[in-house]
């Protein structure tokens, strides 16, 4: 993969692909990873923390889906600015007939005119987008610290968890076994009724 594409640190150092490769290797997504790395300046143990801490990893995830849909939607705007260039409105309504066809939303369109985009189109897109993205907008280490825990919720639920769960039930064992014996009972007779 190329280093460039996964951005570069605030310092404008390139993701280091030997340190997300061992992120990779224990489980984490490549894009997260490198994400994280990014964010870190490649400290690895300052990723990982922030990698396996929960909050902070949803942080990461969030960040990077807001990222894409943005780079869509800006290759979007320029494959249509390119066709209005060239006067081709029927590369415009491909564009926008793409999207409408499998059902996209405002930020689906884009990949999948890409998806039926010749080869021409595809490789007119600018792969440094990705890296202007990583450069317009970081997620801050520090943003990621995990919110204040709300006590008063989690004794409602702690107090849900803690009480007998049987006791949820309006389940009274002998009556619903009286039922089921008659009805047992009421099979047999029948059985013995169509045997004679």
């Known amino acids: 993969m190329n280093p460039q594409r996964l951005g570069t640190t605030e310092k404008g150092n390139l993701v280091d692909l030997d340190l997300r490769e061992k992120l990779c290797k224990i489980g984490y997504s490549p894009e997260l990873a490198a994400e994280a790395l990014r964010l870190t300046e490649n400290g690895a143990d300052r990723a ?12 990461l995830q969030l960040g990077l889906m807001e990222r894409q849909e943005r780079r869509e939607e800006r290759r979007k705007r320029a494959r249509l600015a390119r066709a209005e260039q060239h006067g081709d409105m029927q590369s415009h309504q491909q564009v926008n007939a793409a999207g409408v066809a499998s059902g996209a939303t405002s930020a689906e369109p884009a990949s999948a005119a890409a998806a039926t985009a010749g080869p021409s189109e595809v490789a007119e897109m600018d792969p440094l987008d990705d890296q202007e993205d990583f450069q317009e907008e970081s997620l801050d280490p520090d943003d990621l610290v995990p919110e204040t ?48």
């Open 48 to 59: 990982l923390d922030m990698l396996s801490n929960p909050d902070a990893s949803d942080a």
């Open 149 to 196: 825990r709300d006590v008063e919720a989690e004794d409602e639920l702690i107090q849900g968890v803690s009480r007998d769960p049987l006791a949820a039930y309006d389940v009274h064992v002998s009556e619903e076994g009286q039922a089921i014996q008659e009805y047992l009972d009421k099979i047999a007779s029948m059985q013995g009724i169509c045997d004679a």
